[in-house]
């Protein structure tokens, strides 16, 4: 990026919030640069979602901005969304400013397309439940995620 000030990449992110405003999110549930701390096995993981929908009480939708293939970065996110947060979000999406893919956590099925069709408006976001995964599942997705990170 051009002198790394990263001046392009938050000038995206805040085109993206803009999207969800124009869905119906509230700023009060738009949260920039949601800071996520992920231990395990002793080593510990600590980075920054561009954009979280939360508010008080649970997690409905986890982004992550990838300016290149998004593909690549769809296990890593549902890992993310399944393994660290609790109760685990309904959505994921991971976009590059443009296209996207949305997640839907509990099976996994992902659709793809331009970023703005695939942001669902916000009454209808929260009336999806936050999907629930037995211990031992969350356990496997914890240590695909520690895969992911440590890009092992």
């Given at each position: 990026m051009?002198?790394?000030?990263f001046s392009e990449v938050k000038e995206i992110i805040l085109k993206i919030k803009a999207l969800f405003q124009e869905k119906g999110y509230p700023e009060e549930v738009l949260r920039l640069y949601f800071p996520v701390e992920f231990s395990f096995q002793g080593l510990k993981f600590s980075f920054f979602l561009p954009l979280?929908?939360?508010?008080?009480?649970?997690?409905?939708?986890?982004?992550?901005?990838?300016?290149?293939?998004?593909s690549s970065f769809?296990?890593?996110?549902?890992?993310?969304?399944?393994?660290?947060f609790v109760p685990s979000p309904p959505l994921s999406l991971i976009t590059n400013g443009e296209e996207a893919i949305k997640i839907e956590v509990e099976s996994?099925?992902?659709?793809?397309?331009?970023?703005?069709?695939?942001?669902?408006?916000?009454?209808?976001?929260?009336?999806?439940?936050?999907?629930?995964?037995?211990?031992?599942?969350?356990?496997?997705?914890?240590r695909l995620l520690y895969i992911y990170l440590s890009g092992g």
């Open positions: 051009p002198g790394n000030d979280v929908v939360k508010n008080s009480q649970r997690v409905f939708l986890i982004l992550d901005y990838k300016p290149s293939s998004l769809e296990r890593g996110l549902l890992a993310l969304a399944r393994g660290h996994g099925k992902t659709t793809k397309g331009p970023l703005k069709s695939l942001i669902s408006r916000f009454e209808e976001l929260k009336n999806l439940e936050n999907p629930g995964f037995p211990e031992e599942r969350v356990e496997k997705e914890r």
